[in-house]
């Protein structure tokens, strides 16, 4: 039977956004515009060879203009503007966007990128999602009964329609289906059936490729993984001596402790670069991130403390190439790791202005074109994920003509395309070193500057190839990284360093 409550409304929009197909991404930014009254406390950021979030300006970047006509960043006033005084938005949780399959077209890909996105409201007790790209609907109310929730925190959903939703206040996870643009209500689980025990504050819940449900649940310090129609699979709990972590680097004391963050990509999930199950959970009050396979085998982890300031891990997104995004809601920061947990930089200050994050919450993360949404206290932001060219040095700076060899040395926050060249003081490309594309991390390039660049003997090229040896004068090395996401379209990261040569 179809539950649908008095708390169900529609909201008619008047506004469309402009894109390249993406209008509903832009009215899901509008749709996740929520508040609550926590406030960001700035930290001091001690000695360290990590840059600090503001050297980090293109790991994240906003889309061009006519993408959605600038609206990158919403708040209050945008939120009033489209959606009046149908409901107000009060604390902020989990989000998701999915591809549905009852809104794509196959004969096109022209609408692959337009998704719908269901935000949960928790203070009102509500899930608010987007129809299409001019329609807003709200679902639930508070309460114990079908269609009410209590304080729900997390939230997820497939591209069959099927939503789950971690119904904290109630102990339970809720099954809902989209239909025919609405949600129904289809059931209740207030522990895993066949003796996976009752749920204590369920807090996240993330969904596999395989349909397999995974809950950090909170007060049992596990993560249960469950079947869509509630079959107990197993559970996660940690590892309990240094001889049951990590082979290379052990560590004691993988125990689950209160487990607060969660992402999850299988290994058959659709958009992922490596074939490999990664299961990241923040817990111990958001100081600690945990990687598991599937079967709770620990595969890395990391400490906030690893991390420059004071940081702190709520919710969690997996991208592409298995990195893993955590929100900082008292530090006003997004910490970006790689797939082995090390951290890579954080992005964002305390602010409202552009580049800045105010409370930080729930974020999800469109593994395919690689888009971003990030909910704040008193608004929402859409990033597309960029890269950062970090630490770039040319050594030596001089060389002799017809001798030397230089080392060009830089860190990627993000995969790139990367193009190395030197230029005259013209401004002319006389040499193409390097082409090619490059992992996130340190990199090192070397180059025989009489020869073209070459990493094996065998790749030598032939006399009649050889470029002849740059004469004396002053040159620009210059270093070009372009994201392989659909920012790469619209945005490369460019480094410079100079180069001079003597007779």
């Known amino acids: 039977m179809r539950a649908r409550t008095r708390e169900t409304r529609s909201v008619r929009m008047s506004t469309r956004c402009r894109s ?34 503001a050297a980090s300006p293109t790991t994240l970047v906003y889309p061009p203009f ?13 939120l009033f503007i489209y959606l009046g005084m149908q409901t107000r938005f009060d604390d902020p949780t989990g989000i998701v966007a999915v591809k549905l399959r009852s809104k794509d077209d196959p004969s096109t890909g022209q609408d692959d990128d337009e998704l719908t996105v269901f935000g949960l409201n928790s203070g009102r007790c509500e899930i608010i999602y987007n129809t299409s790209l001019y329609n807003v609907e709200v679902f639930g109310t508070c309460g114990h009964g079908e269609g009410e929730f209590l304080n729900p925190l997390g939230i997820t959903a497939d591209e069959d ?20 643009d609405e949600l129904v209500f289809v059931k209740s689980f207030r522990f895993a059936e066949d003796d996976g025990g009752a749920f204590s504050e369920p807090s996240q819940i993330a969904l596999g490729s395989s349909g397999t449900l995974y809950i950090a649940d909170t007060g049992n310090d596990r993560i249960v993984l469950m079947s869509p129609v509630g079959e107990y699979i197993g559970e996660i709990r940690g590892v309990p001596s240094p001889d049951a972590s990590l082979d290379e680097n052990p560590r004691p004391d993988a125990l689950l402790d209160r487990p607060v963050g969660l992402a999850v990509v299988e290994r058959r999930s659709v958009w992922t670069s490596r074939a490999e199950d990664s299961v ?7 100081t600690r991130l945990l990687r598991f396979d599937r079967h ?22 997996i991208d592409y190439y298995g990195n893993v995004y955590a929100t900082d809601r008292a530090g006003c920061r ?25 409370e930080p919450r729930g974020i999800t993360l469109w593994r395919r074109f690689g888009q971003i949404f990030v909910a704040e206290r008193t608004g929402a932001q859409y990033f597309w994920i960029g890269t950062d060219i970090q630490r770039f040095s040319v050594e030596p700076d001089s060389i002799v003509v017809g ?8 860190f990627l926050t993000e995969s790139a395309r990367v193009t190395l060249e030197v230029l005259d003081r013209d401004e002319n490309v006389v040499r193409t070193i390097l082409s090619r594309r490059r992992a996130i991390g340190e990199n090192v390039e070397h180059w025989d500057t009489v020869s073209k660049h070459r990493k ?20 620009t090395v210059r270093l070009t990284a372009t994201p392989t996401y659909s920012s790469g379209a619209y945005f490369s990261d460019t480094a410079e360093s100079h180069l001079n040569v003597t007779q």
Do not use: W
Not at 403 to 410: H, K, L, T
Not at 458 to 475: D, I, N, T, V
């Open 66 to 78: 006519g993408h959605c006509l600038g609206m990158h960043k919403v708040g209050s006033f945008q």
């Open 456 to 475: 094996t003997p065998q790749e030598k090229p032939s006399p009649s190839q050889e470029p002849a040896p740059l004469q004396p004068g002053r040159y």
């Open 280 to 286: 990241v959970v923040a817990d111990r009050d958001g």
């Open 403 to 410: 001798e030397g060899r230089i080392s060009v040395s830089y």
């Open 334 to 358: 997004i910490h970006k790791f790689d797939r082995s947990l090390n951290h890579v930089t954080s992005f964002g200050e305390p602010g409202k202005g552009d580049m800045e994050l105010d």
């Open 20 to 53: 390249l197909g993406v209008q509903t991404l832009c009215l899901a930014l509008l749709v996740i515009c929520l508040r609550s009254p926590v406030r960001c406390v700035a930290s001091p950021l001690p000695d360290s060879t990590t840059p600090p979030a």
């Open 296 to 317: 709770g085998k620990l595969l890395a982890c990391a400490d906030a403390r690893e991390v420059p300031g004071t940081a702190s891990f709520d919710y969690l997104a």
């Open 161 to 180: 329609g099927n939503i789950f939703v971690a119904d904290t206040g109630n102990n339970r996870v809720i099954r809902l289906l989209y239909r025919n």
